[in-house]
């Protein structure tokens, strides 16, 4: 069962626009949703993230848009950069499970020049 | 700190043949997990531990797969035999068990069984 569902799958975007990526989960128990950042060959990396009782988070160029009724969330690059180009993951997870994180299936973001 | 350590990097076996991964979490931090990335399956968790125990291990996909932290420095996870569908990116993470839930990722152990 994936209970967290991610789109697009890839997206290419010219810099200096906007990047925007979607979640939605299930499990309404869920109380944390990261984003998470990799490059190819590396690990992810938290990148920003949210609690259910915020609506919007903003750190630099990245925003994370909450909707808490209709189980979504998303993800806002502004100004988007080539060094940007990475694959982005949103997750999900709940204290009760020992936050063990439930991820999407990841958008791979290219940034043309 | 220099982060989560995994090793080998990189590793090609053959199909039958025993495989150990290993994971250097972050000093001090309680909580350890494994995951699988695959093209098809994603990001999937196998097992996490928390204080050297396993919590949940519903994501090990099959007998062949155990997983150990035998102290609060080292873990090791197995695959005995090894087959060609084990392929993947295996990545270890650890966070601390504080209410701070941000987990560190190791650079992965790219597995390849022929």
């Known amino acids: 069962q994936q209970q967290v569902k991610q789109s697009p799958q890839s997206l290419i975007v010219q810099k200096g626009g906007i990047s925007i990526i979607n979640c939605a989960y299930e499990n309404t128990a869920f109380d944390y949703f990261p984003w998470y950042q990799q490059f190819p060959g590396k690990g992810p990396a938290l990148l920003i993230a949210i609690r259910p009782d915020v609506s919007e988070k903003k750190e630099g160029r990245f925003t994370i848009s909450f909707n808490k009724s209709a189980k979504q969330f998303s993800l806002h690059i502004m100004d988007s950069q080539p060094g940007d180009s990475a694959t982005y993951f949103c997750a999900a997870s709940m204290k009760a499970a020992g936050n063990k994180l439930t991820f999407g299936g990841g958008t791979r973001v290219l940034v043309k020049p | 700190d220099a982060g989560v350590i995994q090793s080998p990097r990189h590793e090609v076996t053959e199909m039958g043949q025993e495989v150990t991964l290993r994971c250097k979490p972050i000093?001090?931090?309680?909580?350890l997990f494994w995951y699988r990335q695959t093209m098809m399956r994603g990001l999937e968790l196998l097992i996490y531990?928390?204080?050297?125990?396993?919590?949940?291990d519903s994501g090990m996909p099959e007998d062949r797969f155990s997983a150990k932290m035998p102290n609060a420095s080292f873990s090791t996870l197995k695959i005995q035999p090894s087959e060609p569908r084990d392929s993947a990116v295996y990545f270890c993470?650890?966070?601390?068990?504080?209410?701070?839930?941000?987990?560190?990722f190791g650079q992965g152990t790219r597995l390849t069984v022929v």
């Open positions: 000093s001090g931090h309680d909580y």
């Open positions: 531990f928390n204080n050297n125990v396993p919590i949940d």
């Open positions: 993470a650890s966070r601390p068990g504080s209410r701070n839930t941000e987990a560190f």
